[in-house]
């Protein structure tokens, strides 16, 4: 189970953190993500990191406004968005899984997405 919070209304340049609570498995050994999906459009990658290592994964547009982090005590993944913008205006949802990284198809568990609104 997945549970994603954090989303919200901001205004352009300002910040939120999005949060991804784990349970029921031992998500530590898990590679986590976190996806957006604006309307009308496909569900596409953000960020990853994975469970070896914490290395970081980041989608190009969001490279050095984004933050992806983990805690394994508390089976949780942040996602620290600094600078947003109108375009960054999405559902975003969190996923894991033991191997994917950046392909949605791959992910194995989701939660159920959490609303980011972006105003001008």
Known sequence: QLQASGGGLVQAGGSLRLSCVASGRTF?????????????????????ISWRYNMP?????????FTISRDNAKN???????????????????????????????YTYWGQGTLVTVSS
Do not use: H
């Open 28 to 48: 530590r050994v898990y590679n986590m993500g976190w996806f957006r999906q604006a309307p009308g459009k496909e569900r596409e990658f953000a960020a990853a």
């Open 76 to 106: 949780t993944v942040y996602l620290q968005m600094n600078n947003l913008k109108p375009e960054d205006t999405a559902v975003y949802y969190c996923a894991a899984d033991p191997s994917a990284i950046t392909d949605p198809r791959y």
């Open 57 to 65: 994964n980041y989608a190009d547009f969001v490279r050095g406004r």
